[in-house]
T-cell receptor
């Protein structure tokens, strides 16, 4: 079952602006990942941050992880209309890799 | 990257029928696959872990007799929703871990099940 939250639930911004979303979880984790889901489609892996890392970058994405607060944030810089999607954080707690998901943030980027 | 496919992408069935959903890893072998369910505008809920050559492991609250999982080969896992009812209507997604050992998951495109 879900054991975390994301905020905001929804975010509406204009192209060129930055989008920031936060994720909180309740257990110790091995790593935390962010995924994107376009409406009615499967998930696309965006970035993974390990429990011993604090920040990671990938293109226009910046992820932070604070294990003391059990929270992570995803920043999308210079957003584009194509970034419109739902974004989910997910974490693993065992070596098998099964994921627990946050509630998700629905992002709408208007041209 | 690794590719995971699902079939069918959409299925509509009558209440009481059984529906089988296939999940395939196309260019890699997966001894483990995961099945998730997603209701509209909600997050993904892990249903079960599918293990090649052994029984699936179900999450708490998921009926194993209702959702039959068979992982018959290193590239195929199937989920059968038995005696489906309207409340089983949902988006079912499978995933398989990549080969890098960092727990990155590769997700199938999902199957939209509608039970009338």
């Amino acid at each position: 079952s879900q054991q975390g939250e994301e905020d905001p639930q929804a975010l509406s911004i204009q192209e060129g602006e930055n989008a920031t979303m936060n994720c909180s979880y309740k257990t110790s984790i091995n790593n935390l990942q962010w995924y994107r889901q376009n409406s009615g489609r499967g998930l696309v892996h965006l970035i993974l941050i390990r429990s011993n890392e604090r920040e990671k970058h990938s293109g226009r994405l910046r992820v932070t992880l604070d294990t003391s607060k059990k929270s992570s944030s995803l920043l999308i810089t210079a957003s584009r209309a194509a970034d419109t999607a739902s974004y989910f954080c997910a974490w693993t707690t065992d070596s098998w890799g099964k994921l627990q998901f946050g509630a998700g943030t629905q992002v709408v980027v208007t041209p | 990257g690794a590719v995971v496919s699902q079939h069918p992408s959409r299925v509509i069935c009558k209440s009481g029928t059984s529906v089988k959903i296939e999940c395939r890893s196309l260019d890699f072998q997966a001894t483990t696959m995961f099945w998730y369910r997603q209701f509209p505008k909600q997050s993904l809920m892990l249903m079960a872990t599918s293990n090649e050559g052994s029984k699936a492991t179900y999450e708490q609250g998921v009926e194993k007799d209702k959702f039959l999982i068979n992982h018959a080969s290193l590239t195929l896992s199937t989920l059968t929703v038995t005696s489906a009812h309207p409340e089983d209507s949902s988006f079912y997604i499978c995933s398989a871990p990549g080969l890098a050992g960092d727990n990155e998951q590769f997700f199938g495109p999902g199957t939209r099940l509608t039970v009338l």
